[in-house]
Structure formats: C-alpha cells, structure tokens
C-alpha cells in the first residue's frame, strides 16, 4: 500500500467506519448522557491535532461545550494533571502510542472524567488508558503521512458528536434526522472529490516550484488548512503557513505580495461570504497567485486555479476538502521528485513526551 | 515614540503596571472566590492570542484550571455562545475593539459567567461589555506591531493567575510570597534584557537575507516562539514558522536541511533538558543556522548564535525572553530596509468579525 492508494481507500473506509461504529459510538453517547459535563478536553499530535479542531468547532457547534486542546507538555514536563472531573477527554492518535497524549487520558480517568480514544490501534496503550474506546479501522496505515486515519478521525468526530447531540437539534446541521443522513451521504461525496486528481495533478504540477505559501480556511475548514499546511511541509518540504482568515489579517497578512502563493479552503456555508472577500481582496489588491477548493464555481474563478470538491453539509465540509489538498501535496511531492512515502527526518510514531 | 522606543519602555510599563494593578486584581480575585469556576476562556487575536497561550499554560500550572482558547468564529460566523456559566472568561485586545472577542465576553456575562478584559483601553467596548477591567495602562501604542501592550498583557495574566492562586502554592512558581516576589524581581530583569541590544543587533544584521525560518519553544516559551514569529512576519516579511517542539517533531522536522534558519527559545526549567536534546540533534544531525534565546550559557553556545537573557522564574520566562526576539526582530527589519513602524498591508486595529 503506498500513500497514493491509502488516498484513494478513503471514501471505504469512511463506508465501513460510519455503519461499523456508529452503534458503537451511540452506546457510548448513552453512558455519557447521564453525566455532568461541562467542557471538551482534546489531546493529540500532529494531524490528530487538526482532527481535534475540527472536534473544538464541532462540539462547539453542536453541545455548545466549550472546548479545549489540551497542553500536553502540562502534564509530562510540569507534572500538572488539569481538574477534569466535569470534562469529557477524548485522546485521538493514530498509533494509541504517544505518551503525552496517554499521559492527558489516564490523569483524566483517575480523577473520574469521561474518557474516549479515538486511534486506528484498538490494543494500543491509549485504548486501554481510555473507559471508551472508537477504533476507527482505517487498517494499516504504512506511509509516514497520515491520510486515511486523518478523515477517520474527522468522521469518529462527527459520528460522536451527532450522537451525543440527539435531541439538541440546532441550526447548525438541522435535525438529528439530517445529520445522520449528511454523515450517510459523505462515503459518495469523497470518491467524487478524489475523481478529480487528473485536474489536481496538472495544477499541482505547474506549483512543483512551490516553496513557500499561505494556507487560508476559516471555521470548521480551518482545520483542513491545518492539515493541508502539514502534508506539504512533510511530503513536499513547502514551508507553509496556515491560518484562520480572521488571524491573517492581524499581523501576516504583511507576508503577502504580487505572486505569492496563497491556497484558501471556501466552501458553502456561513463562513463563504467573509473568505469570499478576503479573497477578491487578495486577487485585486495584492495579485497573489490563488489557489482554491470550493464546490462553488463563482469561487474557483476567483483564483487562478482552483479544486473542485461536491457540496455536503458545512459541518462535514473538512472530510471532504482535504482530499484534493492531500493529492495537490502528493503531486507536488512527485513534481519536485521527493519520495512521499519517506518523509526526511520523521518517523511515522513519534514518541513526544 | 516609534516602535524601538516603545521596546524600551517595557521594563517602566511593568513596573507601573505591577505597582497598580495589583490591589485591582486582588479585589476581582476576591470578587471570584465564590463562584464555582470549572475552565477558563480566552478570546483573543494576533499578539493577544499568544498572551492567551501563556494564560492557558499559567492557569493550568497554578490552578489546575482547564483552558480553552475560544473559536470566536463559532459566535460570529456560525451564531452559537457556548455555554459558559462555569466558566471564567477573560478578552485580551490592546484596542478593546475587535468585534469578535468583545461578542464573546458579551455572550458569557449574558449567561452569568465570570467575564474579564485585559485591555490597554479602559473606555473601550471590551471594557465595557466585561464585569471585571484590567486596564494595562502601557500608554498609547502607536507602532503596529504590538510590543509593550505584550508583555504588559502577560504580566497582567500573572498577576491574576497569582492572586487566584492565593493559597494554591505548589511544584510551580513556589509560594505565593515567592510568586508575588518573582512578578517584582521582573522590572529589573526586563531592562537587563534589553540592555543587550548592542550584541542582538549584530546577530540580527547578519541575518537581514532571512527569508525564512522555523522558530521553536516550549511549555510557557511556546507562546514567545509564537509572538516572535509573528514579529518577524509582520515586521520584516519573515516567513517565519513557530512550533511547540514537540509539534515539530510530528511533521515539520522534514522541512529543515543544512544551514535552514532555526530560532530557539529554551530558558532554565523543566523544559531545559528536552529542548537541549532536540538543539543539539537539530545542530549535529542536521545542521542547521541556530540562533538561541537562553539564560545558560552552555545552550547559547549549542547554536551558531545566541540571546542572552538573565534567569528568572520559568513560570515568568515570556515576559523576559520575548524582549531580545522583539531586537532580533526590528534590527533584522532595518537590515532589510523596511519601515518597522508601519508594516505594510496591515492596521492597528483590524476589526474582525
């Protein structure tokens, strides 16, 4: 299994994890519901961190919780274990081996907090730290780049979350109803988006001299601009920075002049009106060379390239939007004739304390 | 005043600062003992958002609090107020007029949280939307690039943090009596700093081609890797990348080969011995251009390059190590011939919704 085709395996194991575990999940939102939760604590690394905002603006979203990535290093270099016994603590790592992130769940349990593993390890050490565990069953994940695991975890999230939230039907993601069937929706929706590499690839290509870049998201997408950033410095060695639209402006925007790549995620939904003028602003006032991912053709046009993803609920939009990002960041890996499989200097468990 | 004159006026803006906002916040610290407070939240943008991270690990050391780091995009964009009854939710904005944060503060106070801003404007809508003013008072700040409003910010975390802690001694910081002595002992130290300026400009100048770099911190000092990152981008077209160290080591790392720009912070305490391991490989294994900002003489020797700043409580490291990053910064910026005091693109005050 190389990296190319773990992409390609996305939208099945999405299939197989959303009928796989969501009866799992909804026993698990059971034996929450009659506890007194006040916040959402999330640890991970690395593209488990970007699986964690999506968790941060999801629970948000749909608990009103308030939600906060935890700081690790608290517990493993200060020797502080936070007070979490009104929280729900969720570890999410791929491997289950990280042992900061084990360090965060197994303090939370001894004090009496609810505790969930998200990882593709189900005997891992984060899994037996964890009273609940989602495997998410991605299977072996061999490139050092996490793909399938990463929307895995981004689908984990959403499954638990639209559990959780059955009955707190809101204007975000309309009925409980709807929201099990956005999630249904999503498996055909990511071979869609995966359809279009011929586009991506030639696109990609043409940035093969990349060096540097912005990448813009805002809301539930900034997430994916997390991870975008991410796969392009570890596979394609691009230093580039990523931001929600609203921090961009305070101070990085500097960074910006004619030519300067910027990739800005912009899909339908709340946050399109507000990307949408960042953007024209960035073509008109500042000539960047824009690349986006939109469902929407007006968008697209904007830039001067862009990736065309299908419509899905705004809520779900990062499993979707990231894919043509992971494979812009592998065809301009293969441009620049870097090995995707083998990342330099990165292992694929990191061990942080 | 211009920038470099508003860096040298930190030491005076914390001393006054220290001297008469302590009894304020020792009343609002007496006003909150009893209320039951579960998390903290923190709204913020840019620089202010860095002082939000030093909260987040402060508050977390001295009262096991969790912190969360709000999503002002869930409010503003997506209509949703978390709920926030029990929790402690403090603003951070030199201007006190960034829409998003002051829509935070107002929706908690609404749902009868604890609300605070942290403000250099005391007339301000933050001020007004919030129950609880600290008014840093650093004077008007006319550079864009925040300085002293960002270390005054800080230090009005660690007041606060101390005067909520009174009685909570612990592993951290020492006693209170040691905590209130390390916040006075400050002043002096900040001015120590900055008296090395004549040494960081030379430094800086040697590196005015910089276009690039990674810029790495840990525990408290994460937030000084963030806010010097964002002084270089800002002020000098840096494209310069923070991270945790141990984010670094999940992904990032493969961006760095022989003679890539690092910048380092890695003051005396717990911290110290994972950061020196990780110099050390980044120096041997890879190479790098490292420029370190240390109290130890033996960690500024692992570099090609480094800061001095004197030893002060780790627990209070980012007010002083910030200071030599803010030199480094602006003397890189006039190396390259461009105006620190009005960087390009960007407003004092950007009003993000």
Known sequence: MSLHDEIHEQPAVARRLITEQRPVIERIARALSGRPIDLVVIAARGSSDHAAIYGQYLFGAFERLPVALATPALTSVYGVVPRLERALVIGISQSGRSPD???????????????????NAADSPLAEAAEHVIDVAAGPERAVAATKTYTAQLIAIALLATAIGEGSAGAIGGSTADRWAALAALPDAMAEALGTEDTVASIARERAALDRCIVLGRGFDYATAREWALKLKELAQVGADPYSAADFMHGPMALVEPDYPVLAIAASGAVLPGMRELLERLRDQYRVDLVTVSDDPAVRAIGSAGLAIPRVAEWLSPVVSILPAQLFAYHVTQGRGLDAEHPRWISKVTLTH
């Open 101 to 119: 992130v084990v360090g965060v769940i197994a303090g939370a349990r001894g004090q009496g907090g609810a505790t969930i593993a998200i990882t």
